[in-house]
């Protein structure tokens, strides 16, 4: 019996709201999360198909964990269910986001709500982890890929760029193993992707369609962390004369602090340069390119699979992508567990998360209640 198209499509709009309001911690935790919901709970697809599509987003531009939402909307549901995956992650983040620029720009100043963040820190590291081991054993399909994850691992932790570290690993990995069974091999025909750069033009003063323009180009060309963004949108904004640096700095620090995709700090600033409006115009700027580039992409992950070669690249790609979500695990492990506060909550949310196996979200809850109390309690 075939299910409603209706029912997919509000099946898919179900889950990646509730993930769009509690995905906390960045997008290697938004996969994690992903991952049970889709792989483990729903078991909308398997394993290593899900591993494909890591694989493969993170070799085009835009925020990952957005665009694995379109990508696992769109198997579900068809193209609609790419649209309605992608908006109701993005959308309950933009609304918070925007209810705190008005506040911002109302009264200057941002809430109060780093001990419940003091939280949520330690607590995702428990939800990455328990990711990676799932991940990893499916990627790691023998010695060799090990070997490369391992490589790609400690290039990493040396601070090599994460794109270069996937397709330096890619290229290696087909190379190799096309090689070892070269008499076998045949390669199937494959169409390069467009990828969209150079939008936008000089902007003279700030209105809504340049604040679109600015962020549609970003939105095209972003690879990387928020760090990455907080680069290309200091060049956009500060050099300009739109914001100062200090509101810039406080711009990431809400896509930092609210749940969902970090690029929701698109609609603070927004907000900031042009009100109401604004605030639409660099939300749809910033994520229109992420609903193309998967519109676009997501019909030829079948074919590369049926590619031996492109079969090739992409377990290198997936086992290099699990082996920097392991690279963020430590550095945020690293970062993170300062005191004994921080070290509590991490052992409790792995107690919950490898022994009690509760939902990632009731762990980022209750991380951020435990996160509140020690802070109240404890307060040096």
Aim: net charge positive; hydrophobic share 55%; proline share 4%.
């Amino acid at each position: 019996m075939k299910t409603n198209p209706s029912n997919k499509l509000k099946e898919v709009a179900s889950v990646f709201f509730k993930l769009g309001c509690f995905a906390f911690g960045g997008p290697a935790a938004h996969i994690a999360m992903m991952e049970d919901e889709i792989v483990t709970k729903r078991q909308w697809m398997t394993r290593d198909y899900f591993l494909d599509l890591i694989g493969t987003t993170n070799l085009i531009p835009g925020p990952n964990s957005t665009e694995m939402t379109m990508h696992c909307g769109y198997e579900h549901a068809g193209k609609m269910g790419l649209f309605v995956a992608g908006l109701s992650f993005i959308i309950p983040a933009t609304l918070i986001t925007a209810i705190l620029a008005y506040l911002y720009v109302s009264y200057g100043t941002l809430p109060e709500v780093e001990p419940f963040i003091f939280g949520i820190k330690p607590a995702v590291l428990a939800i990455i982890a328990s990711a990676v081991l799932k991940l990893g054993k499916k990627a790691i399909k023998g010695t060799e890929l090990a070997v490369l994850g391992l490589l790609v691992l400690t290039s990493s932790l040396l601070g090599v760029n994460e794109i270069v570290a996937l397709l330096a690993a890619g290229l290696l990995g087909m190379l190799y193993f096309s090689l070892r069974d070269r008499s076998k091999t045949t390669l199937n025909s494959f169409s390069p992707l467009l990828l969209l750069s150079g939008l936008g033009t000089s902007v003279l003063k700030v209105s809504t369609i340049n604040v679109f323009w600015v962020f549609l180009k970003v939105g095209a060309i972003l690879y990387g962390s928020g760090y990455v963004l907080f680069a290309y949108l200091d060049a956009e904004l500060v050099t300009r004369g739109w914001l100062t640096r200090a509101e810039l700095i406080d711009a990431i620090a809400v896509g930092q602090f609210t749940p969902g995709p970090i690029l929701s700090t698109s609609t603070f600033i927004g907000y900031q340069l042009s009100g109401f409006y604004g605030a639409l115009a660099a939300t749809a700027g910033i994520f229109l390119p992420s609903f193309l580039f998967v519109l676009i992409l997501n019909p030829f992950i079948p074919k590369m699979q049926k590619s031996k070669v492109l079969r090739h690249f992409l377990n290198a790609v997936n086992v290099a992508a699990v082996a920097i979500m392991l690279a963020v695990l430590l550095i945020m492990a690293r970062e993170t567990l300062v005191d004994w506060k921080a070290i509590v909550i991490a052992i409790s949310a792995a107690v919950l998360t490898f022994k009690i196996k509760i939902s990632p979200i009731w762990i980022i809850v209750i991380g951020a209640v435990l996160g509140y109390l020690l802070v109240s309690v404890f307060p040096n």
